[in-house]
């Protein structure tokens, strides 16, 4: 889907002079390592209070249920996305066949993410659990157990401040990064780098961008890349607004290709406070190839 900036005209791809990616689904194919990641954090964290085999037999379909979490938007983080997950899997086990579907439920969380699942379940989900379940369930133990999956004892120093042994006794050596893949044909994301400025839009920190630019062979200015270290995130739209600010100083419009409903809604919201900017929906795996390779073809000379 494009969904043009004011004025610019859907699909006015001969007006862009430069492109701004998100990661995660757009560039990386990140379900062999973010998503996994916060899958076995939630489970390992409901281990605490369930057991490590009732956890484990939790049903949760990854390839199915985390794109419906990234379509209801508020989950682009993928540590609270774990967050959210764990008490999804404590409402399974304490409810059984009587559990509302997973639709239902992020429904009920309002787009507000983890902040709206707890606040609509999160009682029912953790009412009765003793204070060490309720620790090994709190955001900072997830996170600093997905950050220790994610990054393994090699890198989660470098990426994230702390040895993973310190967040999980049995971290894995090499982190689940190691298995990201590019998602974009890689001649035509030279060719597009070629000829467009580029820019990252993504909820990564700046040590996880970088390991994107090194598995994509894409070199971005550290200035361009807007990343999570203490700026705003999304679905807010000032990462956008600066970019499109730097990248455009004299003229045209910037293609912004995202994934997720927190994309949309930053796009949306960079456009409505007058941003110069398409954005294209990356729904399936060739969609960012097949984007790029439209823009190309409307960028050649007559």
């Not at 409402?91 to 902040?115: D, F, I, K, Y």
């Not at 969609?287 to 007559?302: G, I, K, M, N, V």
């Amino acid at each position: 889907m494009i969904a043009a900036a004011p004025g610019a005209g859907v699909g006015n791809l001969e007006s862009v002079r430069a492109v701004i990616f998100d990661v995660d689904g757009v560039l990386l194919d990140a379900s062999p390592s973010y998503h996994a990641v916060a899958e076995e954090a939630a489970r390992r964290a409901v281990a605490v209070a369930l057991g490590a085999r009732a956890a484990a037999n939790l049903p949760f379909d990854r390839a199915r249920e985390i794109p419906r979490f990234k379509a209801a938007g508020g989950f682009n983080d993928d540590w609270e996305m774990s967050c959210a997950i764990a008490l999804v899997l404590l409402l399974r086990a304490r409810l059984g066949p009587s559990v509302p579907p997973l639709a239902q439920l992020l429904a009920e969380a309002q787009g507000l993410g983890l902040g709206g699942i707890a606040r609509a379940r999160g009682t029912q989900a953790l009412a009765g659990l003793s204070p060490g379940s309720l620790d090994a369930l709190s955001h900072v133990r997830i996170a600093r157990a997905c950050c220790a999956l994610y990054g393994g004892r090699a890198h989660c120093r470098e990426l994230f401040g702390f040895e993973a042994t310190e967040a999980i006794p049995d971290a894995p050596e090499e982190g689940l990064w190691r298995r990201e893949e590019p998602l974009v044909d890689a001649a035509i994301l030279a060719r597009a780098a070629a000829r467009f400025p580029l820019a990252l839009f993504t909820g990564r920190n700046p040590g996880e961008a970088a390991l994107a630019l090194t598995l994509t062979g894409l070199d971005i200015d550290a200035r361009l890349r807007w990343v999570s270290d203490g700026r705003a995130r999304k679905p807010h739209p000032e990462g956008l607004l600066f970019l499109c600010r730097e990248l455009l100083r004299e003229g045209g419009v910037a293609l912004f290709l995202g994934d997720t409903a927190d994309d949309a809604r930053a796009a949306a919201a960079a456009q409505d406070a007058g941003a110069r900017l398409i954005y294209a929906h990356i729904a399936a795996p060739g969609d960012t190839t097949r984007a790029l390779t439209q823009l190309l073809a409307a960028s050649e000379p007559a």
